[in-house]
C-alpha cells in the first residue's frame, strides 16, 4: 500500500493565490482528516469527513478555506485567498472504523509558504 | 471541548537515559493513541489504551493509562538517537456521525550521543 497521498510536497505563493491541496487517502479506509500545523498551535483538526460525508467543519479558519472530498479516493482543501499566516504544514489522514484500533495514518503534509 | 495537555514541551537527555512525557486530558477519554514524528516529518501511529490501568510496552517504550482514563504516560528506558522527535498523545473522541482525534502539544526529546 503506497500510504496516504498528499500533493504538492511544498508550495509558495503569493498572498491572495487560490491554493489547492490534495489527498489520496488508503483504499478502504472510511474516515479523512485535514490537520493543520505549526509551530504556535501544534496540530489543529480542519475539517473531517466520513464515508465521504463532511462531518464537523469547525475547524477551518474562515470561509477562505473549504474542503472537498467527491469521491472515496481524492479530496482537496483550497485556501482562496491565501494569506501569510496560512504558512504551515497541512497533513491528510486517514483511518479505517474511526481511528479505533488501527489509529490514524498520515500523509507525508503539504508545506504552504504565502508571501 | 476537550483540551488534551501534555508536558514537558521539551526533554533534552543524555543517550542512555530514560524519558518520560505525560498526557492529561480536560474530560475522560473512551481511549488515547500515542504517536512520534520525527523532524521533517508527519505523525506515526505507535499505540493505543482503551481500559482503565491499562500498560502495553513496546520494547523499551512503556505506555500507561490512568485509571481515571483523563490522563497517560508515555516512558522511553534507555533512550537511543533513534528515539529523536516528537512525541505526541492523542484522544479519541468519538461522536454519534464518526470521531476525531484531539492532539497534545507534543513532547519534543533531543538525545545526546
Known amino acids: 500500500d503506497a500510504g496516504v497521498i498528499q500533493s504538492p510536497r511544498h508550495e509558495v505563493t503569493e498572498m491572495g493565490q487560490e491554493v489547492t491541496l490534495r489527498c489520496k487517502p488508503i483504499?478502504?479506509?472510511?474516515?479523512l482528516f485535514w490537520y493543520r500545523q505549526t509551530m504556535m498551535r501544534g496540530l489543529e483538526l480542519l475539517i473531517y469527513?466520513?464515508?465521504?460525508?463532511?462531518?464537523?467543519d469547525s475547524g477551518m479558519p474562515e470561509d477562505r478555506f473549504s474542503a472537498k472530498m467527491p469521491n472515496a479516493s481524492f479530496s482537496t482543501l483550497k485556501i482562496q485567498p491565501s494569506e501569510p499566516r496560512d504558512s504551515a504544514v497541512y497533513f491528510c489522514?486517514?483511518?479505517?472504523?474511526?481511528?479505533?484500533?488501527?489509529?490514524?495514518?498520515f500523509g507525508s503534509g503539504t508545506r504552504l509558504t504565502v508571501v | 471541548g476537550q483540551q488534551v495537555m501534555q508536558i514537558p514541551q521539551y526533554q533534552h537527555v543524555q543517550e542512555g537515559e530514560d524519558f518520560t512525557t505525560y498526557c492529561n486530558s480536560s474530560?475522560?477519554?473512551?481511549?488515547i493513541q500515542w504517536y512520534k514524528q520525527r523532524p521533517g516529518g508527519h505523525p506515526v501511529f505507535l499505540i493505543q489504551?482503551?481500559?482503565?490501568?491499562e500498560v502495553k510496552k513496546q520494547k523499551r517504550l512503556t505506555f500507561q493509562f490512568g485509571e481515571a482514563k483523563k490522563n497517560s504516560s508515555l516512558h522511553i528506558t534507555a533512550t537511543q538517537t533513534t528515539d529523536v522527535g516528537t512525541y505526541f498523545c492523542?484522544?479519541?473522541?468519538?461522536?454519534?456521525?464518526?470521531?476525531?482525534?484531539?492532539f497534545g502539544e507534543g513532547t519534543q526529546l533531543t538525545v545526546n550521543p
Open positions: 474530560t475522560t477519554l473512551s481511549n
Open positions: 492523542a484522544g479519541l473522541q468519538r461522536e454519534t456521525s464518526g470521531s476525531r482525534l484531539t
Open positions: 489522514a486517514s483511518s479505517l472504523r474511526g481511528g479505533v484500533a488501527y489509529g490514524y495514518t
Open positions: 469527513f466520513n464515508n465521504n460525508v463532511p462531518i464537523d
Open positions: 489504551l482503551v481500559k482503565s490501568g
Open positions: 483504499s478502504g479506509h472510511n474516515s
